[in-house]
């Protein structure tokens, strides 16, 4: 599936094109599933800051069985992998730069390990870099339901996060969110109010935000004193401002959460946090909620349900 303009998700469109040949130290892979996330809907709009020239293959996560790979890779041909392509992945084959391809546990689907290297990394990196996740904190998690939001979930209560609240704006996202492993639910219409009555009047320790738009001020009253907001994306369209005085006033914290711009550039970095992370994946502590699995020539379906934010869990392609 190519983007051919940026007139938005209807451009995508099914081509046949030559398989893609591998550079020295690239895997090559037969793609079984491809994550969907808000960038390919930003990139379909020419929105977003990785933007190649039209027409070109979307798609930065990707889950199969390898078929070429470096000799001194750790990964070889045969083995189920997870991978972050960049772009690429909505295709039948896909490459990935040996070092961002990883093996997949025999526990997932290849539509779980599709889900995995953006939205759980990308938690990881905010929560425990970014964020200084501390044992029994309570942490509110925006956008719940969505593929940022039940990784968030996850890995805040696999690093012992006292409790998680999650906001959703439906009774069946709410159900998503619980079932992805939150204490609480609350409204996004009344969030900062329910927050406080859960808290007691405290407030949180950390907030996970993947949405801003016009929650972002509330999520900001929601914070506890030496609080912290994880500013990890915008899905809600509207980027928002700060007033400073709110963080002068009650010593929280703004955080930027980026994390394809910090570790991919840093050779190694993104292989350890998927090895410490591993342990957490075979277990099944964190195990990645499928929302809707479509095939690969509705790309343009599955961005439309990401962009009117219907989404629930992770949405992946499967070729």
Not at 64 to 82: F, M, S
Not at 174 to 193: R, T
Not at 212 to 234: H, K, P, W
């Amino acid at each position: 599936m190519q983007i051919t303009t940026h007139d938005g998700p209807d451009a995508l469109v099914l081509n046949q094109v030559p398989d893609p040949s591998p550079a020295p130290d690239q895997v090559l892979i037969d793609v079984r599933a491809a994550g969907v996330s808000f960038p390919e809907v930003l990139q379909s709009r020419g929105k977003y800051q990785i933007n190649p020239d039209l027409p070109f293959v979307p798609g930065s996560e990707v889950a199969g069985i390898v078929l070429e790979a470096p000799a001194d890779a750790t990964v070889q041909p045969g083995d189920r992998v997870a991978a972050f392509s960049g772009l690429g992945g909505f295709a039948e084959r896909a490459v990935a730069s040996s070092d961002l391809v990883f093996p997949l546990p025999a526990n997932l689907s290849f539509e779980e390990g599709a889900a995995v290297p953006l939205n759980y990394l990308t938690a990881h990196f905010g929560l425990m870099v970014r964020g200084g996740l501390v044992h029994g904190e309570t942490v509110l998690v925006q956008g719940a339901a969505g593929g940022v939001g039940t990784a968030s979930i996850q890995m805040a209560k696999a690093y012992g996060a006292g409790r998680v609240i999650a906001v959703t704006s439906t009774a069946a996202k709410a159900e998503v969110a619980l079932a992805a492993g939150a204490d609480d639910v609350v409204g996004a219409e009344d969030f900062k109010d329910r927050v406080k009555e859960l808290t007691e009047g405290r407030g949180v320790d950390l907030v996970v935000d993947p949405v801003g738009g016009d929650r972002f001020t509330d999520s900001l009253r929601c914070l506890a004193e030496f609080g912290r907001l994880l500013v990890i994306g915008f899905t809600g369209g509207e980027i928002p401002m700060v007033k400073v005085n709110r963080l002068l006033l009650n010593n929280v914290t703004v955080v930027g959460v980026g994390w394809g711009a910090s570790v991919l550039g840093k050779p190694g970095y993104v292989a350890d946090e998927w090895a410490e992370i591993l342990p957490l994946l075979e277990s099944g502590a964190l195990t990645p909620p499928v929302g809707a699995s479509l095939p690969l020539e509705r790309a343009a379906e599955a961005l439309q349900l990401i962009d009117g934010r219907g989404a629930t869990g992770k949405v992946v392609l499967t070729p």
